[in-house]
């Protein structure tokens, strides 16, 4: 009897102890400020294969506007930037052709076909000339907005609205026309989830919308009358997908309809084809610094394409081959 007694005492003297040997290797070192027991590191997904990369020309103009916050491009293929309550236009080599003062940081910009200048002031549009005058300011969308992207098409302007994640479309003269992005169905591809401010649209060839559906990880475009036309995007850590919160942060359409992509997190460039198939990477986390995010892009002429980084104040140009 006593010989057990013995047994069960060293059994579970023996389990005490591998309990503490367990913990002590399994317990993160929080006092070693060198470790963060919760990093999760995104480098082995951020690995791009080299084949993947698509052919270009490559170059960067270093920006004179420090903590830009949109990018455009008109059709004379001049750049606009919006930072610290100005808006500054170059040329596509970065002379400063003219800048100007706005009452607050714009934060997206468009250029209509009159060489206007659409410009959200946060909650509401203001519209200049592009030596800088001020020819109409709009009414509020309602308070507390935050516009992130405009979109002109001729006779309409659309704007993504982050906070309560709608698009506003409005004609070219200011009149409300309607709003869409939240049907019934939360479910729906069309159902717009967007956790953060990073929502964008653009204007395809056929001057239909597209909008991305960033909580979803899809881009959505609709009818002329708000109603969802066709998505495509797939989530997923790998090359051809999207993943994390809040991407694709930017989009651009290309003459040809294919879609230039910008993400966050996994910081890339990507090119897709007008269905959503993917072809290829313009650019991978190696090109931009370590705190780049949210990279606005905008496009010129010849295949040409803008990527802004405003943590490293540089405009990144692409043109593919």
């Known amino acids: 009897m006593k010989n057990r007694i013995w047994i069960y005492l ?10 503490i040997l367990f913990n002590r290797l399994a317990k993160p070192d929080f006092e070693n400020p060198a470790q963060n027991p919760y990093d ?9 294969p080299p084949e993947l990369y698509l052919p270009l020309d490559y170059s960067y103009i270093d920006l004179p506007l420090p903590q830009a916050k949109a990018l455009a491009t008109d059709s004379a293929g001049n750049l606009l930037v919006a930072g610290q309550q100005s808006i500054l236009v170059l040329t596509c080599e970065g002379k400063e052709l003219l800048r100007f003062n706005t009452p607050q940081t714009a934060t997206a910009l ?6 206007r200048i659409y410009c959200a002031l946060e909650n509401h549009l203001a519209l200049y000339s592009m030596q800088g005058d001020l020819l109409k300011t709009f009414p509020e969308l309602h308070p507390g907005a935050y516009i992130t992207s405009i979109a002109y098409s001729p ?5 993504a609205e982050a906070v309560k994640g709608d ?3 409005f004609t070219g003269d200011g009149e409300f026309v309607k709003s869409y992005g939240k049907g019934r169905d939360k479910t729906a591809p069309d159902f717009l989830n967007i956790p953060s401010l990073y929502f964008d649209l653009a204007i395809g060839p056929d001057n239909s919308l597209w909008v991305t559906n960033t909580g979803k990880h899809k881009l959505v475009n609709f009818h002329a009358d708000g109603s969802l036309r066709s998505y495509w995007g797939v989530t997923s850590a790998a090359p051809e997908g999207f993943c994390g919160c809040c991407n694709p942060t930017h989009i651009v359409l290309m003459e040809d309809g294919s879609f230039i992509t910008a993400e966050k ?3 890339r460039i990507k090119k897709y084809n007008y269905g ?7 650019a991978g986390p190696e090109r931009f610094g370590p705190k780049a995010v949210g990279l606005d892009l905008a496009k010129g002429p010849e295949e040409q394409i803008y990527v802004l980084e405003a943590e490293n104040n540089k405009i990144h140009c692409f043109r593919l081959k």
Request: proline share 0%; glycine share 12%.
């Open 276 to 282: 959503g198939g993917f072809i290829g990477v313009l």
């Open 155 to 159: 006779g309409r302007i659309y704007l």
């Open 110 to 115: 468009a250029v209509d076909h009159q060489q």
């Open 265 to 267: 997190g996994i910081v």
């Open 10 to 19: 060293l059994v579970l003297l023996l389990t005490f102890l591998l309990i």
């Open 40 to 48: 999760l590191s995104l480098d082995s997904l951020a690995q791009i």
């Open 167 to 169: 698009v506003y479309e």
